[in-house]
């Protein structure tokens, strides 16, 4: 059983950083591919950026490549997601999620765990 705990969220202006940090329990997060995933107001949950378990590879949705930076500290069982350069478009609830000797995937339905999510709102 592995816990998440995303924080970090917050209200920012069209330019702005954030950091968002994801806490996991258990002793075997390295094992774990590690996903964010966000949903927008009416909107789905999409894939935003994702770290491998082994390779420590990473992945990202094309619109958030170059401004956001997926990173994991195994010491700290923690992912974090950098974004920069915020778009109100941006604007989502946020959730991390773990996928036991993942690769990395875009799918949702690929990942075990989830947390609850962190409020992200960009404005213009």
């Known amino acids: 059983q592995v816990q998440l705990v995303e924080s970090g969220g917050g209200l920012v202006k069209t330019g702005d950083s954030l950091r968002l940090s994801c806490a996991a329990s258990g002793r075997t997060f390295s094992n774990y591919a590690m996903g964010w995933f966000r949903q927008g107001p009416g909107k789905g949950r999409e894939f935003v950026a994702a770290?491998?378990?082994?390779?420590?590879?990473?992945y990202y949705k094309d619109s958030v490549k170059g401004r956001f930076t997926i990173s994991r500290d195994n010491a700290k069982n923690t992912v974090y997601l950098q974004m920069n350069s915020l778009k109100p478009e941006d604007t989502a609830i946020y959730f991390c999620?773990?996928?036991?000797w993942g690769f990395g995937s875009a799918t949702t339905g690929a990942y075990e765990y989830w947390g609850q999510g962190t409020q992200v709102t960009v404005s213009s």
């Open positions: 999620a773990a996928d036991r």
């Open positions: 770290v491998a378990s082994s390779t420590s590879s990473t």
